[in-house]
């Protein structure tokens, strides 16, 4: 469902179980700037109605979940911490064309919103189907439906506004981007990305 080119190595799964205050940390930053990410879409495309109808409740339901992951947090006794560069999201938004016409500019930018969300889900599944804590296997297992969700609506987003050929182009191109890029990264288990 997910078309990621390339699978997250299996040794993220042991590695994060072993750094959860770092993953928690990670992740409490990742719902942040998903909702600011959603913002700002909205505040750069305001003349595209159904792209500000369908992510206004995303920026509510983004933020949420950031609170929700500060919950868990705050009941495990893991502080939040400065946020961290997220070198995954750089690499990818550094791919998306500059100065072009504003439909190339959506359609990259939901683009790459579709593949962190592809991600995400793609490691929230891994926690969910890996981690020993039966309370974090269903706290992942409800990121993991969730982060499946936002990547479908990216995805349709761009085909509404773009046409189907155009989208389904520029997809296979940022899949083979994003895969060189996981490819290039350290297994890290204190990061989401």
């Known amino acids: 469902m997910l078309h990621l080119k390339l699978p997250t190595d299996p040794r993220w799964a042991d590695v994060a179980e072993k ?6 940390i990670d992740h409490a930053y990742c719902e942040q700037k998903a909702a600011t990410t959603c913002i700002s879409l909205i505040v750069e ?7 500000v109808e369908t992510l206004a409740p995303i920026v509510a339901e ?3 979940h ?18 961290r560069k997220d070198e995954y999201v750089n690499q990818l938004m550094a791919h ?3 100065g072009n016409s504003v439909e190339v500019r959506l359609l990259d930018k939901l683009l ?11 490691r929230f599944k891994m ?15 409800e990121f993991m439906v969730s982060e499946a969700g936002h990547y479908t609506t990216f995805m349709d987003l761009a085909r509404q506004y773009l046409p189907k050929e155009k989208v389904a182009q520029r997809w296979q191109e940022f899949l083979r981007i994003e895969a060189e ?9 204190d990061r989401i990305h």
Not at 19 to 24: C, K, R, S
Not at 45 to 51: G, N, R, T, V
Not at 181 to 189: H, M, P, Q, S, Y
Request: with cysteine.
């Open 112 to 122: 790459v919103c579709a593949l962190i969300e592809a991600r995400s889900c793609e």
């Open 62 to 64: 983004e933020w949420e």
């Open 96 to 98: 998306i064309t500059k």
């Open 45 to 51: 495309f305001p003349e595209k109605e159904a792209l």
């Open 127 to 141: 926690l969910w189907q890996n981690h020993s804590d039966p309370d974090l296997r269903q706290f992942y297992y």
């Open 181 to 189: 890029i996981i490819a290039n990264l350290d297994v890290r288990g």
């Open 19 to 24: 750094n959860i205050a770092e993953i928690l």
């Open 66 to 83: 950031f609170e929700k992951v500060l919950a868990e947090m705050k009941r495990r006794g893991i502080k939040l911490g400065k946020a």
